[in-house]
Every structure is written in structure tokens, then in C-alpha cells.
């Protein structure tokens, strides 16, 4: 079955770095298109970050992370990534590994499959 296991999150001081990984098995990783997902306390779950599959790579992000964020993937690993840089506390939230169901497309009403999700947490 189809498993995206998301690590890396934790406490972080403004300006500073985490880099989340997604492990992910139960199907063929390079084909599809993965993202990254964060949804805040009081607020709706939010497209971070994506990149397409299919050995293309192209990436997208939310204007509020550009910049700051890096989203990569090594198939030969089955593992997406996250850098984010120049952490805000704006950034806290639970941060979730998502994988789609079309090579090239990311957004919500792509997703097929979710992980549990990792906590960031932005604070002096």
C-alpha cells in the first residue's frame, strides 16, 4: 500500500533552516508529481511547494515561500524534500507530504494519497 512518511520538522528560531523529507513506497515514485502541503491552527491546509514526476522536475511554489524554499526529489530514493531557509513564524504549521495521481499536476484535486504530517515550529 501506498506509505509517504514525513521527517525533519521540529522547533526553529526565526531566520533559521529544517529540511523535511517524505519517504515514500508503495508505487512507482518517479512517475508522479509530489508536493508539499502546511495547514496552521484556524486555517485551511495550503500548497506549499510542488514538483512534477516523470523525470521532469519542474517546480512551483507559493508566493509566500519563494525564494526561501526548495523542493526536490531523488527518485533513486523514492524521497521528496522541503529546504526551507529563513524561517518565519508565520511558517508554523503541520507540514504534509502529498503524492498525486497525474505525473505533471499537484493541486488539491490531485491528491491521491497524504501523510500524517510533521510539526514546524517557528519561535524565539
Known amino acids: 500500500q501506498v506509505q509517504l512518511v514525513e521527517s525533519g520538522g521540529g522547533l526553529v528560531q526565526p531566520g533559521g533552516s529544517l529540511r523535511l523529507s517524505c519517504a515514500a513506497s508503495g508505487f512507482f515514485f518517479k512517475t508522479y508529481a509530489m508536493s508539499w502541503y502546511r495547514q496552521a491552527p484556524g486555517k485551511e491546509r495550503e500548497l506549499v511547494a510542488g514538483?512534477?514526476?516523470?523525470?521532469?522536475?519542474?517546480?512551483w511554489y507559493a508566493d509566500s515561500v519563494k525564494g526561501r524554499f526548495t523542493i526536490s526529489r531523488d527518485n533513486t530514493k523514492s524521497t521528496v524534500y522541503l529546504q526551507m531557509n529563513s524561517l518565519k513564524p508565520e511558517d508554523t504549521a503541520r507540514y504534509y507530504c502529498?503524492?498525486?495521481?497525474?505525473?505533471?499536476?499537484?493541486?488539491?484535486?490531485?491528491?491521491?494519497?497524504w501523510g500524517q504530517g510533521t510539526q514546524v515550529t517557528v519561535s524565539s
Open positions: 502529498a503524492k498525486s495521481r497525474t505525473t505533471r499536476d499537484y493541486g488539491g484535486n490531485y491528491v491521491d494519497y
Open positions: 514538483i512534477t514526476g516523470g523525470g521532469g522536475g519542474s517546480t
